[in-house]
C-alpha cells in the first residue's frame, strides 16, 4: 500500500465506521425497545499501540462514538505504552471488549497510516 492509496483508505474507514455505529445503534435500539434488558457493563483497560497524541484521540473519539461503549480517560505508562480505559454495554469479556477496541484500532491504524502498518 502506498500513499497513493492512503486517501482511499480514509474512505473506507470511513464507510467501514458508519457500517459500525448503525449495527451498535441497532443493538442498543433493540436493547432499549425489547422487554428485558441485555447488557452487561463493565470496564476494561486497553493498551493501544496509537504512536500519536492524534492517532490516540481519533481512537478514543472513534469508540466513544460508537454506541454502547465510552472512552473513560487514558494514561500514558512510563515505558511509553498508552492506555484507555473502555466502558461498554454489550461486550461479555474484558477479554470481548479488547478485541472489539482492537478492531476498530486496526482499522484507524489502515487509514491514518500511510503504510497501513497494524
Known amino acids: 500500500m502506498s500513499w497513493l492509496?492512503?486517501?482511499l483508505r480514509?474512505?473506507?474507514?470511513a464507510v467501514w465506521f458508519l457500517a459500525l455505529v448503525i449495527r451498535s445503534n441497532m443493538t442498543v435500539i433493540w436493547d432499549t425497545v425489547t422487554?428485558?434488558?441485555?447488557?452487561r457493563p463493565l470496564i476494561a483497560r486497553f493498551e493501544s499501540r496509537c504512536r500519536s497524541?492524534?492517532?490516540?484521540?481519533l481512537l478514543a473519539t472513534a469508540i466513544t462514538l460508537t454506541p454502547g461503549t465510552l472512552t473513560l480517560g487514558t494514561r500514558d505508562e512510563p515505558s511509553g505504552t498508552r492506555i484507555l480505559?473502555?466502558?461498554?454495554?454489550y461486550d461479555r469479556t474484558p477479554d470481548?471488549?479488547?478485541?472489539s477496541v482492537r478492531h476498530i484500532e486496526d482499522h484507524?491504524?489502515?487509514a491514518t497510516r500511510r503504510e497501513a502498518a497494524a
Open 10 to 13: 480514509w474512505v473506507w474507514f
Open 5 to 7: 492509496t492512503w486517501p
Open 96 to 99: 470481548g471488549l479488547a478485541a
Open 35 to 39: 422487554p428485558g434488558q441485555n447488557s
Open 85 to 89: 480505559y473502555v466502558h461498554s454495554m
Open 53 to 57: 497524541d492524534a492517532e490516540l484521540t
Open 108 to 110: 484507524l491504524f489502515t
